[in-house]
């Protein structure tokens, strides 16, 4: 029995060979729009559907997937197969969607040459049929499948019909990690193809850095004629011009208009002259070595899943340039073709990847894996040429993956064999075989920063085989995934992005990943959510690892996405206070400086009271000048030199002014307030009263602070685990030590009160229970009369056996101060090892805004280096709470607790108490969702420590600072 085409190993019959995108003056016709649509649950069942005497029909989008539109439901897995795996076997219960559509031709269209269908797009695998004729089957969801409609196209009622499984045997070489969602996703079109249109045409334009020269030679078939009016070209397919040209690059993406002109058919594309290359061991574009400073983008939107509105994907450009990413590689399948068409004109470097992963396979040693068996060569070859034929045009691809986490075999091998002789001029990658047999670039993903600093100096871990080890040692390397932006995080950027700038060999890496895969979704009230795996009742998922991107899933910028952007500015600016100068340095790999504009401000406690521009002059890339500052103001407190560069005038990308890179640096540290008189407790027999304070006479806890209620201070070890903290390992996870250490529920003993002339002392040990090891914590209460001081001292005892989550306390006020205003960094949240964004100023936020909307909640929020913080109310009245020198502040609705047991952002409820933690420092956050953990400096250790809290009054006539 021969197997259904749905099951067998080709990649489908009946299809075109496969060739470059591009539009022209021929006719087309768009076949998106509203097609009629039938679910069934089973191939079976879709048959005895079809032959029903009269079928019902649904009506369904075009492009889209169904399971987003009430037919049937999503479903997450990372690397487990959501079947049985038995390749290229496919389950019986195989969701089957008919499509039908019934259109007519556009009166105009011709009478002769021929008309194609082209599909841009379906999940996972179909069969089309035209008028009841059936022109061929296909597999590869995220490649372009073309079918000639031969004598069955008519002028009127034509009826297309297009039958989607959602399972076939593609879909073991399609488990890329994200939602499986089936269904016609791109574009139909219908394309006419005059007698002697172009078939197919390979754009060769190459930079020669020495000559400044390009060169230009079309390859197409039939042959015609190429212009470039700009450069006065105008010669044969085939031959090739030399000629004096600016080059294309990621910074500078000079394109030139031409023309493919036929005798039947025109055809418009844009040219970037540019040569890729290994030399020396490094990439070099044009000459230049390239810094990649990327993102790994699948494409994704909360509610059109993989079926992306052209507007979405100029978006995701548009944030790109904007937050000085400069590459992007296309995980894990070729994107929309558009979106190559937005790189190539706003200018971004890109890996395009084949369609093909088959990551499950891991799960059983690799056996079976589709990426070795030659019955699955020619299905892997195809997507291969499949990817490199429709793209190949593009100056922004500069290099050619073969897939993603496939092992290693000996179809991938064919495959890059295959794009080398196709294609000589791109380099090709591939992650999964670390020989880099067949490979030209080194890549590896989530490496540590010790082995990557290994990899910088060529001296890592030899291979088994000595050429091949010499081979690769000779290669440039890249992290084509690394630090993980699951949450709050990814730490450890800055560290990574050193290593990249120091070694020539490490030319920058790819952030897993662009954007959260959340889908909007509503809970029973109607509040809106981002579903993650297991929100729809899969009962194998993977939970929220799919919520590991930079943008949150509506695309709003993450913490992390800002961080990232000052980490890989592309100026550097370190101001020098004591020489009043600031050093510029072009980081660029190709554009001078003269696109920006300089501009410095001197601020006091956060207002400015000086600013002017910088005359910076147009430094080229690798250059460095030192520029002197104006003469610092007067300052009687606090200030900070800011120094920022903005584009100097509109790009196509942003608008003048907006800010590429900035440095700050302390101008003037005010002399600290003398200590003032200190006040004497008065202790009673209900409470004992300080100052502005009252607190419980037995325990010493604090009660009234400025007639607020307050839930007194106490120290604080706990944080709501981050999906970093837990790791993808649970075993290994430091939430899992935490936890089992108990450091979740630590208790505290009151030890002692003590109120003397000056003070009320309670000490107290804090540890968990069954721990051999705790904290002694005493905390000193002073008042001048007017103000709270609060000392805590820290002693350990005994060993402690793993790094602490947060020291610092909680303490709770009354909710309607819900207006903080700081002066710290800002205006976004920050940690010991993601505090580069964040800058020294004073910001003002409500309660609300402070809380990151993680879509799996976890620790967020924290302000860093908070001089002092102001909590009012709405008239004003509240409190301030000021550092010695500083804290790191958090405020919510909600405890931590709450926090850490929700699962979705709804889940959260304010409370009327406001949950403040005041701490000395939390532990950092690393990237171990995947990837190292927080490095040493940023492991937050039990030590001896104090820290020291003031508390005034804020009085509605005392107005805003
Ligand atoms: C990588 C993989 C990505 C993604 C990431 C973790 O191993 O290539 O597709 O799964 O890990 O989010």
Not at 50 to 70: Q, R
Not at 267 to 276: K, L, N, W
Request: proline share 8%.
């Amino acid at each position: 029995m021969t197997a259904p085409y749905y099951e067998d190993f080709a990649p489908g019959a009946g299809a075109l060979t496969p060739r470059a995108a591009f539009g022209s003056d021929a006719d087309r016709l768009s076949l998106n729009g509203d097609w009629q649509f039938r679910l069934s649950p089973s191939v079976a069942a879709a048959d005895a559907a079809e032959a029903a005497p009269n079928p019902s029909w649904d009506v369904l989008p075009v492009p889209a997937h169904w399971a987003l539109h009430g037919h049937g439901s999503p479903q997450y897995t990372n690397i487990r197969y959501p079947f049985p795996v038995d390749a290229p076997r496919v389950p019986t219960d195989n969701p089957t969607g008919d499509y039908r559509l019934t259109f007519d031709l556009p009166v105009s269209w011709p009478e002769d040459g021929a008309s194609l269908l082209r599909f841009e797009g379906v999940e996972s695998c179909y069969r089309v049929r035209l008028n009841g004729h059936e022109l061929g089957t296909a597999k590869g969801s995220r490649l372009p499948h073309e079918f000639d409609t031969g004598p069955h196209l008519l002028r009127h009622g034509n009826v297309l019909s297009v039958r989607v499984h959602q399972w076939s045997s593609g879909s073991y070489v399609e488990d890329q990690d994200m939602w499986w969602l089936a269904g016609i996703f791109r574009d139909v079109e219908l394309v006419h193809r005059p007698m002697g249109a172009v078939r197919d045409f390979f754009v060769h334009a190459g930079f020669d850095h020495v000559t400044g020269e390009g060169t230009l030679r079309v390859d197409a078939t039939p042959g015609g004629r190429i212009t470039v009016p700009e450069l006065g070209i105008d010669l044969a397919t085939g031959q090739s011009a030399t000629l004096p040209v600016e080059p294309w690059s990621a910074e500078v993406p000079r394109l030139y208009d031409a023309v493919l002109a036929t005798d039947a058919e025109r055809v418009p594309f844009r040219v970037g002259f540019r040569t890729v290359a290994v030399e020396d061991g490094v990439i070099k574009v044009n000459g230049n070595p390239i810094l990649l400073r990327g993102v790994n983008r699948h494409e994704f939107h909360p509610d059109h899943g993989r079926a992306l509105p052209y507007s979405t994907m100029r978006e995701d450009v548009l944030l790109m340039k904007q937050h000085n990413i400069n590459a992007v590689r296309a995980s894990h399948y070729p994107p929309h073709p558009d979106f190559l068409d937005l790189c190539d004109e706003f200018g971004l470097w890109v890996i395009d990847e084949a369609d093909l992963e088959t990551h499950g396979f891991g799960g059983d040693d690799w056996r079976g894996n589709p990426a070795d068996d030659p019955r699955w060569e020619e299905a892997l070859v195809d997507r291969a040429a499949r990817m490199v034929e429709r793209d190949k045009n593009h100056p922004s691809v500069i290099m050619w993956s073969l897939g993603n986490e496939s092992g290693t075999g000996r179809n991938l091998a064919a495959m890059s064999e295959w794009i080398r002789a196709r294609d000589p001029r791109r380099l090709i990658h591939y992650e999964g075989d670390w020989s880099c047999a067949y490979v030209d670039v080194y890549s590896r993903m989530y490496a540590s920063h010790e082995e990557v600093e290994l990899i910088g100096r060529r001296e890592e871990k030899p291979l088994d085989d000595p050429e091949l080890d010499a081979r690769r040692r000779a290669m440039p390397f890249i992290q084509c995934e690394y630090a993980h932006a699951m949450g709050n995080g990814p730490g450890g950027l800055t560290e990574y992005q050193r290593l990249f700038e120091t070694y020539e060999r490490l030319q920058g890496g790819f952030v897993w990943e662009w954007i959260d895969h959340g889908l909007r979704t509503q809970d029973a009230e109607g509040r809106e959510f981002f579903a993650y795996g297991g929100d729809f009742g899969e009962t194998l998922h993977d939970g929220n690892f799919c919520a590991d991107g930079l943008l949150f899933p509506d695309r709003s910028p993450s913490p992390g996405l800002l961080e990232y952007k000052k980490v890989i500015e592309p100026v550097g600016i370190e101001v020098d206070t004591a020489a009043v100068t600031v050093r510029i340095a072009n980081k660029y790999d190709v554009a001078d400086l003269s696109q920006l504009a300089f501009t410095w401000s001197y601020a006091v406690e956060g207002r400015p009271v000086a600013e002017g521009a910088l005359p910076v002059p147009p430094l080229r890339p690798g250059e460095s000048a030192e520029i002197p500052l104006p003469a610092a103001p007067e300052a009687s407190a606090e200030a900070w030199w800011t120094v920022r560069a903005v584009l100097a005038a509109d790009t196509p990308w942003a608008s003048a002014g907006h800010e590429v890179a900035w440095g700050q640096a302390l101008a003037a540290v005010p002399a600290r307030p003398q200590a003032r008189a200190s006040v004497s407790p008065v202790p009673g027999r209900s409470q004992i009263t300080l100052g502005p304070a009252t607190f419980d006479p037995v325990r010493g806890t604090l009660r009234t602070l400025h007639g607020f209620e307050v839930t007194a201070p106490r120290l604080d070890l706990w944080r709501a685990t981050t999906d970093n903290d837990r790791g993808p390992d649970e075993a290994q996870s430091v939430a899992t030590q935490w936890r089992r250490h108990a450091l979740d529920r630590v208790q505290h003993r009151h030890d002692s009160l003590t109120v003397d002339e000056t003070s009320v002392l309670v000490r107290t040990r804090v540890a968990p229970p069954a721990g051999f090891f705790g904290l002694y914590a005493d905390y000193r209460w002073t008042s001048d009369g007017t103000r709270l001081t609060l000392t805590v001292d820290i002693t350990p005892d005994g060993e402690w056996p793993c790094p602490l989550p947060r020291l610092g306390v909680r303490m709770g006020l009354p909710a309607r101060l819900a207006t903080v205003e700081w002066f710290g960094t800002g205006p976004g949240e920050s940690y010991a090892d993601t505090r580069r964004a964040a800058r020294v100023g004073r910001y003002v936020a409500t309660v609300d805004q402070l809380q990151t909307p993680y879509v799996f909640p976890q620790e967020n929020g924290s302000r860093g280096d908070v001089r002092w913080a102001d909590f009012r109310d709405a008239e004003g009245a509240g409190l301030r709470v000021e550092g010695d020198p500083v804290f790191a502040l958090t405020a919510r609705r909600w405890t931590t607790e709450q926090l850490e047991s929700a699962r979705h952002p709804t889940d959260l409820t304010p409370s009327d108490v406001l949950h403040v933690n005041l701490d000395l420092a939390q532990h950092g956050i690393g990237t171990a969702s995947c990837g190292p953990g927080v490095l040493a400096p940023y492991q937050l250790r039990a030590t001896p420590a104090s820290f020291t809290v003031t508390f005034a009054g804020l009085s509605p006539a005392a107005g805003q600072h």
